[in-house]
């Protein structure tokens, strides 16, 4: 059953890493369920399907009534939300019993979904959350959705000082070169500048080795990696990070190809904490960068 549950969540991670490469554009465009200039007013019923998209709505202040089922604790404002179903198979039959105002989900659920909520008469959003750029424009796209303009100003304002901020420590400073792996049970793969956690290295003064990438995500060339040899890797883990993350460290000390990195050989190798460097940009970006930087210098 266990190698079961991985397979499901290995075919799982692989279907959303090629949704991912995919043009967000051509979804939105598609979606025509998307009231593109509607706002919804303190009584609308809104549903979120992702975690990062429930605290982003709560962080607004917008009342939400059905929220993802998953093990990360959600924001206690909506501790009396209806879950409908896990983020990338929510339960359409709940949903629709909510009647919703609006659905709000992530564009990694596929066009599959967005034609499924169109011709179920659902009214969805369907937001980017892949980059860091994606989140400040889903903050900001949401803010007008919902009439919070002035708040999604004010968050945005708190990240690009963020931004602001790191950028002034690490201005005259030599950056690192920095190796993303992608990590869940019986997979690895390398994070590029085009993820999330590659976007989080580049803000926080380091330079992504696989920056050139039109992906994600890319599998492993292990002919390339002593070419790449990096300054420091950081390991990004998924679905079950424990398991992960011994995984990752067997293959790190024991493969050839890994083991006589420098990073490797001088111990410069980091796992980063899944509640902060996850799949999709969140509000813990603030705290991510911090860590982030702690760890490039």
Known sequence: ????????????????MTIIGCS??????????????????????????????TEILDELGVKVSGVPKTSYELPQSIKDAIEVGAP???????????????VVSVDTLGQDFIDTFTQ?????EFVNLSSYDGLKETINTLGKKFGKLEKASEIISQLESKESELEAKFNNSEKPNVLVIFGAPGTMMLGTSKSYVGNLVELAGGNNTLENSSSSFVQINKE??????????VVMTHADPETTKAQVK???????????????KDGNVYYLENDYFGMSANLKVIEALDMMHDILY
């Not at 967000?24 to 979606?31: G, I, M, P, R």
């Not at 390339?224 to 890797?233: Q, V």
């Open 88 to 102: 990338m198979n929510p339960d359409l039959e709940i949903i629709k019993s909510l009647n919703p105002d609006l």
């Open 1 to 16: 059953m266990k190698l079961k549950k991985c397979l499901i969540n290995i075919f799982a991670l692989m279907s959303m």
């Open 224 to 233: 390339e990696l002593l070419n790449i040899n990096p300054d420091k890797i």
């Open 24 to 53: 967000n554009d051509d979804a939105k465009e598609s979606n025509v369920a998307k009231p593109e200039d509607k706002t919804y007013g303190e009584d609308s019923i809104v549903v979120a399907t992702s975690v990062a998209v």
């Open 250 to 264: 067997e293959t790190l000390e024991s493969d050839a190809a890994w083991k006589n990195l420098e990073a490797v």
């Open 120 to 124: 179920n008469n659902i009214p969805s």
